[in-house]
């Protein structure tokens, strides 16, 4: 399998300092921001949109931003978080009309394109869009919020959809997202994810632990990931 990459989510981050919040889980070793944005529609929570996403850009972070969107409707602002400097674009299947559209509009914009399944959502709607994908999100919680536990039948999930993408023999990244902690993520890599969003494991843990530095966190994150994979 690929490499595992950490992708820290800023919806736990100090937003009143956001630009140094990010240098510092990078510098620690972070591989992928991510970027949640949430509209009061689709979940029940306002976050933020391609203005912090370019200031981030403005700011100097050169990292991959993974724009996780829990938006509807979707087609409109891809272009707008293109502009901004999204690396990927995610979105859950449920907000857009034509989710075959949605995915060629994000790689016609020239990003990364990614669906999202929530807990109860099938994987479904992959069976004929697999081609069109580079990154297949399963939640385990319900969007919304951090700080969630993880829902366990997530992992049933995980490699039911690893082993679609073997089975098409394709280049697709496989995330997880939410209630991911060191002390789950483990059998989370076992079940087959190989990119690890994590909010309040990072941001909060890491913050008591000492306010400017994630080193330990994610340190004891990749520790777990290398357990897993020996
Ligand atoms: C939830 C968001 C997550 C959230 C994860 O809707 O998509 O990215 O920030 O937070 P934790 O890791 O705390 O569950
Ligand atoms: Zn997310």
Redesign the pocket.
Known sequence: MTDNLIAP?I??ADFARLGEEVDNVLAAGADIV?F?VMDNHF?PNLTIGPLVCAALRKHGVTAPIDV?L?ISPVDRIIADFAEAGASYITFHPEASDHVDRTLQLIRDQGCRAGLVFNPATPLDYLEYVMDKVDLVLLMS?N??????SFISSTLEKLRQARRLIEAAGLDIRLEI????KVDNIGVIRAAGADTF?????IFSAGRDADPNRYDTVIAALRAELAKADS
Do not use: K, W, Y
């Open positions: 989510s919806l736990s991510h949640d979940v996780h829990m919680v969007p919304g919020f951090s700080g969630q997202d939410g209630g991911v969003v994590a909010g309040s494991a």
